[in-house]
């Protein structure tokens, strides 16, 4: 079957998806919620081309060799993250070319069908140029300050961002191909290489952050640390695929000179044709690289299947016994806090559906048991690191200040066991006989209840290292709760209006994603304001001798309302949430 | 002609499919039946192609799946249990694009005596995500047979199918066999497609317990009257039993020379060298 065939009718089913998804989209703009995250979506695009071209175009421009290194650095960082985090993913398929873009129907017409699998490859290299198109638009109005052609930015950018694409599948492709034994040494090399870098950008931040510095320093500080550590030499030398497209978007004519990994020297038209050259190169390394690594995926499952030959029978006996011991517990945890419940709360309300629900998250919970405590052990040693400097006032601040942010940005997409969880058994939580305040209460409880144990666990560490008054502890373990629950009734409230499944990818992710940034930008502003609010309100209204006392109580009284209207809002979003009409088609 | 050796499929610490070897001659239907997690998706995906063995060898018409996937799929069309559509596709879209992935030439007159056959025209235009699973099924398995492949796979076909729909699909697959194709299908509705196999393949726990004609199983359980009666006996059958079961079909012709036991026994060994 000749390669042009194979791509007619590949071309023929994105035509057909595309004019379907575009109908779907338009229908679904007509409804309120739909207009409500395009009402979101065109919000933020004029806030952030607003803010882009006011705010960061007012900035001192970046000489093109800075950028330069910039970009190609940061990529790197990028695809190092990317590689940690599929290193020591569970999900073993998550690295396979294709695993999370391609629907059922996909994998079965299109994997069963007679295409050869480097054009199923190609596939999901064309499928990423829209994203990739629009985080390019996205990037040009942060950097169009900083040269001189906006047009040649805007193409480098867009050749770094696919080249980068491309080096993220090989990547993923070799990570899939790893053994078991394979994997674990990765993730013994990862864990040095992390350490590394920390030490790094810890050593660059504590040599150029001032005395007493606070928070806008320190965060200014830590955004030069990470610009250092993109530029320094050993991620430099990583970065050199990526090296011409960044050649590309920050020269400022068409010939001048570059040097080139400090080895070579190439003018302007060399780079374009570098840049544009790198594209169908690692084309063909990704797929040799997937073909590669199914072939090593098949032989370490022989391997592996010789082992299990000889080891089954006492494995699975064993096994049984272990996993109905661990269900036995979770089962019993469960029914004791489902006692709990009913003593606590009034006889009106019914939590009994709700524990059914809290069981499965709990289960998923064990599961995932060692991805989420990972995920939660770097935030807490993040919010405690300020402990470590200087005896300061502004260090306690600090350290609530990252367990806040840590609440607000990490915990969610570490602790994805919620309604985002179940996008495709929508329809059968809809058909469970439970009220939808039991199906929010119980979707959010693990996620809300791990959040806050992280938040407690850090807080009670920071005043045992830094003895603090009493009321202070207490104020804060009561406060920030309330965090968890507000962080994760918008995230879920906001998943309900604009659905998405977990590891999408496309236009509507990346301004997906951005929305989201932006709300909780806006709630990170709102908490000090609200704080800032409140006691000088009671400075000025409220005696002296109460007005510390009475702004302690007002915060924890605005900060839980707050939290108990956002949990009505999400309760909300699930009753008007229809899987037939919400859930866009595959 | 399916040729199956030794084949086994490992998932991450299970091992679904062990030691399967059957050959199915062109122009045969063949009962794939057993009990729920006996490895029959498993072994029908891998002979689809959609599964890669972990040991064992396949051959589709003499086409090694390792060697000429392409060539393989070609000839194989795999229905699964409730075959994922393209939810944004219409029934038509699906025949079209069905068409140009197989590059069939003129494959409308084709495509609407399938769309006729299985009273699909009426929801030509409607899109997959709105028609119901009987629909779905049929329009999948019409998918299959647009591209005429020589050897079809159909994993509980049936399920969803109202009872015109099996009548209308079980002739399908006898015609469609009469024509010289292979068809392996998979069922737990044993009544019903007791009446179009021509051989019946047992599977429990990842092994083949049983393989031979239909007439030559009966032949084992004589007291079983029907054929879920026979299922019953061969499935809970006794180590010790099984042993004998084997002996009993590897008697029959048609399969004196494709039978693979499982970890064959002196005795067993005896048998099959008389």
């Known amino acids: 079957m000749s390669w042009l065939g194979q791509l007619e009718s590949l071309t023929y089913l994105a035509i057909l998806k595309a004019n379907s998804k575009w109908t779907w989209l338009r229908r679904r703009f007509q409804t309120g919620r739909g207009a409500m995250a395009t009402l979101a979506v065109v919000a933020f695009v004029v806030l952030y081309v607003v803010g882009g071209v006011t705010v960061l175009g007012r900035r001192e421009p970046t000489d093109p060799e800075s950028l330069r290194r910039w970009l190609s650095g940061g990529m790197v960082l990028y695809a190092l993250f990317h590689a940690i985090k599929l290193i020591w993913s569970s999900d073993f398929d998550q690295a396979v070319v294709g695993s999370h873009r391609d629907s059922p129907a996909d994998r079965l017409w299109l994997g069963g069908g007679p295409l050869h699998r480097s054009m199923l490859v190609g596939r999901e290299f064309i499928t990423v140029v829209p994203a990739t198109i629009a985080k390019s638009l996205l990037l040009l109005v942060v950097l169009q300050g900083d040269v001189a052609s906006r047009l040649q930015l805007a193409i480098g950018v867009f050749l770094s961002l696919l080249t980068l694409e491309l080096v993220r599948r090989v990547i993923s492709s070799l990570i899939a191909s790893m053994s078991a034994i394979q994997r674990t040494t990765m993730k013994a090399i990862s864990l040095a290489i992390v350490t590394a870098l920390f030490v790094h950008l810890g050593s660059v931040v504590y040599q150029i952050v001032p005395n007493d510095p606070d928070p806008v320093d320190l965060t200014v500080c830590t955004l030069a640390g990470i610009g250092d550590l993109a530029q320094s030499s050993g991620i430099q030398s990583l970065a050199t695929p990526l090296m011409p497209a960044a050649h590309v978007a920050s020269q400022q004519t068409w010939t001048i000179a570059v040097p080139l990994s400090g080895l070579f020297v190439v003018d302007g038209w060399m780079c374009w044709l570098l840049a544009i050259g790198m594209l169908p190169i690692w084309m063909m390394v990704l797929v040799s690289a997937d073909s590669w690594s199914l072939n090593q995926r098949c032989k370490h499952e022989r391997v592996e299947l010789d082992h299990l030959t000889r080891t089954l029978a006492n494995n699975v006996s064993q096994r049984i016994e272990t996993d109905s011991l661990g269900a036995d517990l979770v089962s019993r945890f469960v029914d004791r806090c489902h006692g709990l419940m009913k003593l606590i709360l009034p006889k009106d309300v019914h939590v009994d559906g709700c524990m059914g629900i809290v069981l499965r998250q709990l289960h998923c919970l064990v599961r995932y048991r060692s991805h989420v405590m990972m995920s939660l052990g770097i935030p807490t040693l993040l919010s405690l690191s300020p402990l470590v400097m200087e005896q300061s006032a502004k260090q306690w601040l600090f350290c609530v200040g990252g367990i806040l942010l840590s609440s607000i940005l990490l915990a969610p997409p570490a602790l994805q066991i919620d309604f985002r969880r179940d996008l495709r058994r929508m329809g059968l939580l809809k058909s469970l006989p439970i009220t939808s305040w039991s199906m929010c209460i119980g979707m959010l409880s693990v996620p809300v209840i791990m959040t806050i144990l992280f938040q407690w666990l850090t807080v009670t560490v920071a005043c045992i290292v830094v003895p603090t008054a009493f009321s202070r502890w207490i104020s804060l373990m009561l406060a920030m709760p309330a965090v968890a629950v507000l962080t994760f009734a918008i995230e879920n409230a906001l998943f309900l209006i604009f659905p998405h499944s977990i590891g999408a990818q496309g236009i509507g992710m990346v301004l997906r994603t951005k929305v989201m940034f932006l709300w909780k930008a806006v709630v990170i502003a709102a908490f000090p304001t609200s704080i800032a609010l409140i006691a000088a309100l009671c400075s000025t209204c409220l005696p002296e001798t109460v007005a510390q006392s009475a702004a302690v109580f007002g915060i924890l009284v605005s900060w839980w309302a707050i939290a108990i209207v956002s949990l009505f809002c999400l309760t909300g979003c699930w009753q008007r949430f229809d899987p037939v009409r919400d859930i866009a088609p595959e | ?274």
Request: some cysteine; aromatic content about 6%.
């Open chain 2, 1 to 274: 002609m399916i040729e199956i050796t030794d084949l086994r499929k490992l998932y991450v610490d299970t091992l679904a499919v062990q030691d399967v070897s059957f050959q199915l001659p062109s122009g045969v239907v063949c009962g794939l039946v057993g009990p729920n997690g006996a490895g029959k998706t498993t072994t029908m995906r891998c002979v689809a192609g959609v599964l890669s063995p972990t040991s064992g060898q396949i051959s589709i018409h003499g086409m090694d799946p390792e060697v000429d996937p392409i060539g393989v799929k070609l000839a194989v069309a795999y229905v699964p249990d409730d075959p994922p559509l393209f939810d944004d596709l219409t029934v038509g879209q699906h025949l079209d694009f069905i068409a140009r992935l197989y590059r069939l030439a003129d494959h409308r007159k084709h495509a609407a005596e399938l769309l006729n056959r299985f009273e699909l025209i009426p929801k030509y235009d409607s899109v997959a995500s709105s028609l119901s699973r009987g629909m779905r099924q049929k329009l999948a398995v019409a998918c299959a047979y647009l591209t005429r492949p020589k050897v079809l796979l159909l994993d509980e076909p049936l399920t969803g199918l109202d009872p015109p729909g099996i009548r209308q699909l079980l002739a399908s697959i006898t015609e469609y066999a009469q024509k010289g194709n292979t068809v392996l299908i998979s069922s737990h509705l044993l009544a019903m497609i007791g009446d179009v196999c021509d051989r019946l393949l047992l599977m429990q726990d990842g092994e083949v317990r049983h393989q031979g004609t239909l007439a030559s199983l009966r032949n084992t359980y004589p007291n079983a009257e029907t054929l879920e009666d026979v299922f019953f006996a061969a499935t809970t059958a006794t180590a010790e039993d099984e042993t004998t079961d084997h002996h009993d079909l590897i008697d029959d012709e048609a399969w004196a020379d494709t039978v693979i036991m499982d970890e064959p026994s002196e005795v067993d060994r005896r048998m099959v060298a008389k």
